[in-house]
C-alpha cells in the first residue's frame, strides 16, 4: 500500500477533487461537481475525506448518514494510485466514522457497467441488495 494521510476535506481541495473525479468517470452533465461539494459541506462535512500521496488529492469519499442507512457517494482513487489499498483505506476510515454515529447498514450506488468497482466493494463485504434504485433530481443542476 502506498503511505497515505487520510483526513477530512478542506475547501482548498475542490479543484484536485474534482480533477480526480472526472479522472474516475464520476462527472455526469447532470451534476456539477461544484455544487456537489458545496452541498455536502451543508451536511455531515466531516464525512468527507481525502487521500494525500505524494503532496496531492490521490482520492475521495463522501459518506452521509441520516439516522436509518449511511450512504457512500464519489469514492474514488486517480488511475495511477489505483490497486495500492487507497480505496480500501477510505472505506475504512469512512465505515468507521459512520459506525461511530451509530449507523447500521451502508447503501451505495454503483453503475452496473462498472463491473471493476463492484467487485471491488465484493471484495471489501458488500453484497448486491435485491432493490431497484429510483430517484427524482428537485434541483437542476444543468
Known amino acids: 500500500m502506498t503511505h497515505t ?18 479522472a474516475c468517470g464520476l462527472v455526469v452533465p447532470w451534476n456539477d461537481p461544484h455544487k456537489d461539494i458545496a452541498r455536502k459541506m451543508k451536511v455531515n462535512p466531516e464525512l468527507f475525506l481525502v487521500a494525500i500521496a505524494d503532496g496531492r488529492v490521490v482520492g475521495t469519499v463522501m459518506g452521509g448518514y441520516e439516522g436509518h442507512r449511511g450512504w457512500i457517494n464519489y ?11 487507497i480505496g480500501r483505506a477510505l472505506m475504512d476510515n469512512i465505515e468507521a466514522k459512520l459506525l461511530a454515529l451509530g449507523c447500521p447498514k451502508i447503501n451505495l450506488q454503483v453503475r452496473s ?4 468497482i463492484i467487485q ?3 471484495h471489501i463485504g458488500y453484497h448486491i441488495d435485491d432493490v431497484i434504485s429510483l430517484g427524482k433530481r428537485l434541483i437542476p443542476d444543468g
Open 113 to 116: 457497467s462498472n463491473r471493476a
Open 5 to 22: 494521510n487520510i483526513r477530512p476535506f478542506a475547501l482548498t481541495d475542490s479543484e484536485a477533487v474534482i480533477t480526480v473525479w472526472k
Open 75 to 85: 469514492l474514488a482513487v486517480s488511475p495511477n494510485y489505483q490497486g495500492r489499498g
Open 120 to 122: 471491488f466493494y465484493g
